[in-house]
């Protein structure tokens, strides 16, 4: 009867609806924390001691004649000729930046930088936990600082925050809107500056978020914004995942997406052509393809660093902690690269370009004076070794607030379309007009603007959830 | 039509007096030309170089003299390794780790402790120089060999020429231990037949005792040639030639170069492009039914699991092949500083290549089937020689296209 028949089409549907809420639920699934003991030997019985203890960068004459010994002695190879930056950092340039080094660069300076701003360390799961923790100098009556955790990532530091921070702490006295004032945490991640290094194996992005999760919780903040870029993305994103209810927002100036699937691919293979079928903006396509040259050949030709490290970080990790100059041509042929890949056809990298040699050399003096960098390069095998895409928290979705920074110089382009199927409440995405993978340090103002106008629409639209 | 219609009015007998003679030529004319082509073999082209700094100078003829060579050392450079050597800083490993994350820095302190204080450079420095070492420019570098006679001929014997090509990270040095074998069969227990060899064994440029090409583009191709023109400047028109590793890539250049110059090409490790969709599926049908292949269960054993032992394997070993091809001047800048860097870079592939189950020792297995010495002897010639880095710029120049 047409009775009858209604009423299935409605229980159908109302079957159809069910199902579906069900299995979507089950993506909405939260990241579980992750314990772990990473100091040395077995893990004690007692309780671990959770003191925060002030912290200083310090150095000594025995350090810096070392330094300059190695530097003296350093053994350089004659480029070929006409290579520029093609076969990696070109040692004629290199043979100035350690000229500089050894005759201008002022340690002693930079390290009286470095703790002009304040920081700390505490225990958490059995290693000493480095971090910076700047609060606003001034507040204006009725408002409170929001805390705001900034990851970094490699082969960068703490110390690529240095520049935004006060446009952070501080809005007001740079001309930017004083809305939103921030205290900022930068936490080194273990194994990383003066974050003590783990002992044991399997220390994962999901490690480093419980850890800097555990750290907010200390700190004495219950909710709190993230932002990341480079590992720093992983790391946030993982936090998210892990605590949702604590992460008021997230802020990426990389976002990544390692679940790839029949879409993705047909996309890539029709995008250029239907980009409306796949949401992909105008933008995007500028970015994006031809998807080899701009996409495939693009990550082969500047993966083979990922690649070692994920494999075997002990050998490539070996020399460069012997060798100050291997170590900053290392590490300099990133920061030239990342910022624009159009500087390999520069005979000096473009370096100089955007960042000046006290920063580029500040950073690399973490990696030697901490000797962290084998430990540094162990993250990519703890991250990777079991394939791309092959992990829980890949597959798992973010339901925070997320802010997107695009910038164009970023090696890989990751669309809106593609995105927003990871992060599913993405606030804002932007395309920012000059800049590449070192953000923070390149183009600060134009990142600070960023989060804070995020923040606003978050902070305004009362997002967050309360549980 | 009138030739046509000449035939048809021509009676049978003369038909076929005229038929079976041009049949008989199209059909032999054809199989002439079949079997011409079969012979035919197509070979690279030899082409031209030239590898010295600047331009290449417009007039007058490269320096072709075969110059005699030692390898040397001083107290100056001894002195600066063992600094060096002590000032190394050490990484712990990992708990648990082995050589699963590379080299394991706490069997490297063994190493290092060793190279300081037992191992005898000047001693090796004259184990290296008891076979004839020569120099001699050609396309602009001065390339490097040894040039091993037999030192006894037996009578009615003919010397063969064999030039025999090393690769990365090996060197000239890793034949030492076979030369014997082969310029003196007989001394050493060998089957005597009727061959005893006279041995080349040069250094590809940018490796050891030759001079690194300054151009871009050295890649198999250029070596090939150069080391066609070495073994013709020595006087051999016909030569066996043997390789593995990139020696194996140079040689069988030189056969498909020079055919009728190679008497005899023997590998050590024969690469395969990946010959289309004809492999694909002998490789997927091969793991169950390998004899319709033609795989032997040897090939059976050694190739099967495909995607573990094949594409895995490959996977975790092949980092240092995709940096070296991609920043061989950044991968190569801190080993040519750091001589324990560039040992932990070098020995990690004496382990793992040896055999993949040093991967789970703690010490590599290393000295299960070497000695430290000749281990540190083939370390010491990237070391004196400063030649990591154009070393690795030969995988950038031969994989990037």
């Not at chain 1, 693009?298 to 990922?306: H, K, N, P, T, V």
């Not at chain 1, 000797?371 to 973010?398: A, D, P, W």
């Amino acid at each position: 009867s047409l009775a009858g028949i209604m009423l299935l089409e409605v229980f159908l549907v109302l079957g159809t609806v069910i199902i579906y809420f069900l299995l979507s639920k089950k993506k909405e699934e939260t990241l579980p924390f992750k314990e772990g003991w990473w100091g040395k030997g077995q893990k004690p019985d007692a309780e671990e001691d959770t003191t925060i203890w002030p912290f200083k960068v310090e150095t000594t004459e025995e350090e810096l004649s070392d330094l300059f010994r190695r530097l003296d002695q350093a053994r350089f190879t004659e480029p070929l000729e006409n290579c520029s930056f093609h076969y990696g950092t070109n040692s004629v340039y290199l043979r100035k930046v350690v000229s500089y080094w050894k005759n201008q660069f002022n340690w002693k300076k930079q390290v009286e930088v470095l703790n002009k701003y304040p920081q700390f360390k505490t225990k958490i799961q059995g290693i000493n936990i480095h971090f910076v923790h700047v609060k606003p100098p001034h507040l204006p009556e009725g408002q409170s600082a929001k805390p705001l955790l900034m990851v970094h990532g490699w082969p960068g530091s703490f110390y690529e925050f240095y520049k935004i921070i006060p446009l952070l702490t501080d809005p007001a006295s740079h001309g930017l809107c004083d809305e939103h004032i921030f205290e900022v945490i930068c936490p080194s991640i273990p194994g990383y500056g003066f974050s003590e290094a783990p002992h044991k194996k399997d220390f994962n992005s999901v490690s480093a978020a419980s850890i800097f999760y555990e750290l907010m919780l200390r700190l004495g903040f219950n909710e709190f914004y993230a932002q990341g870029g480079d590992w720093g993305y992983l790391i946030c994103t993982n936090l998210a995942q892990i605590a949702p209810n604590h992460v008021k927002g997230l802020h990426l100036n990389l976002a990544s997406v390692t679940n790839m699937g029949f879409t993705h691919l047909l996309s890539i293979l029709l995008g250029r052509y239907l980009p409306g079928l796949f949401g992909f903006q105008d933008e995007d396509v500028r970015r994006m393809f031809p998807f080899l040259k701009k996409g495939l050949y693009r990550i082969l030709l500047e993966s083979g660093y990922a690649h070692i490290q994920a494999t075997k970080p002990d050998t490539v990790g070996c020399g460069l902690n012997d060798s100050p100059v291997g170590l900053a041509g290392y590490i300099l042929e990133k920061f030239s690269t990342w910022t624009d890949l159009e500087f390999r056809n520069l005979e000096d990298g473009g370096l100089e370009r955007k960042f000046n040699l006290d920063d580029l050399l500040t950073n690399i003096m973490i990696y030697w004076v901490s000797g962290c960098i084998v430990s540094s390069m162990r993250f990519y095998k703890e991250n990777m070794q079991k394939g791309i895409g092959t992990q829980k928290h890949e597959r798992l979705t973010v339901q925070v607030p997320t802010g997107i920074a695009s910038y164009p110089n970023e090696i890989i382009h990751t669309p809106q379309a593609w995105a927003q199927k990871k992060y599913t409440n993405i606030v804002s995405f932007h395309f920012m007009p000059r800049g590449g993978h070192f953000a923070a340090l390149e183009e600060p103002e134009l990142l600070a603007e960023d989060i804070l106008q995020f923040v606003g629409k978050v902070e305004k639209e009362q997002l967050w959830r309360r549980k | 039509e009138s030739i046509l219609s000449r035939i048809r009015s021509c009676e049978y007998s003369q038909k076929n007096a005229i038929l079976v003679p041009v049949a008989a030529l199209g059909v032999g004319g054809m199989l002439v030309c079949w079997l011409r082509s079969r012979h035919k073999i197509k070979t690279i082209e030899m082409g031209d170089g030239w590898w010295g700094s600047g331009e290449r100078p417009a007039k007058g003829k490269e320096d072709e003299r075969i110059r005699p060579f030692k390898i040397e050392t001083s107290d100056k450079e001894i002195e600066d390794l063992y600094r060096r050597l002590d000032q190394f800083r050490y990484t712990p490993p990992l708990e648990g780790a082995a050589f699963h994350y590379g080299f394991n820095s706490n069997y490297l302190q063994k190493v290092v402790a060793y190279w300081r204080n037992q191992f005898d450079w000047r001693k090796q420095v004259e184990v290296l120089n008891k076979y004839p070492h020569f120099q001699t420019t050609i396309e602009g570098i001065d390339i490097h060999f040894i040039h091993v006679k037999p030192p006894y001929v037996p009578h009615g014997r003919a010397v063969q020429p064999l030039l025999m090509v090393h690769g990365w990270p090996g060197s000239f040095y890793e034949f030492y231990k076979i030369i014997p074998l082969l310029t003196e069969p007989a001394r050493h227990g060998l089957n005597e037949g009727d061959v005893v060899f006279e041995v080349i064994c040069p250094s590809i440029p940018g490796y050891g005792f030759s001079e690194a090409p300054h151009q871009k583009g050295f890649n198999t191709i250029a070596a090939a040639r150069i080391f066609h023109k070495l073994m013709n400047r020595l006087g051999f028109n016909q030569y066996y030639v043997q390789g593995g590793d990139w020696g194996s890539r140079i040689t069988t250049d030189m056969a498909q170069m020079l055919p009728q110059s190679v008497k005899g090409l023997h590998l050590n490790v024969a690469f395969v492009m990946m010959q289309g969709l004809s492999m694909m599926i002998s490789v997927m049908l091969g793991a169950y039914v390998p004899w319709l292949i033609g795989f032997t269960r040897e090939d059976a054993r050694r190739m099967y699991p495909f995607k573990e032992k094949n594409i895995y394997y490959i996977l975790r070993e092949s980092g240092y092949l995709h940096l070296q091809a991609t920043k061989p001047d950044t991968a190569g800048c801190g080993l040519n500083d750091s001589p324990v860097g560039l040992a932990a870079y070098i020995l990690e592939k004496f382990s793992t290549w040896t055999d993949r189950s040093f991967l789970h020792r703690d010490d590599g297995g290393l000295e299960s089937k070497y000695t430290l010495d000749d281990l540190l002897t083939n370390v010491m010639i990237y070391w004196v020689t400063s030649s990591i880095v154009s070393s690795m710029r030969f995988y950038k120049e031969n994989i990037s296209e």
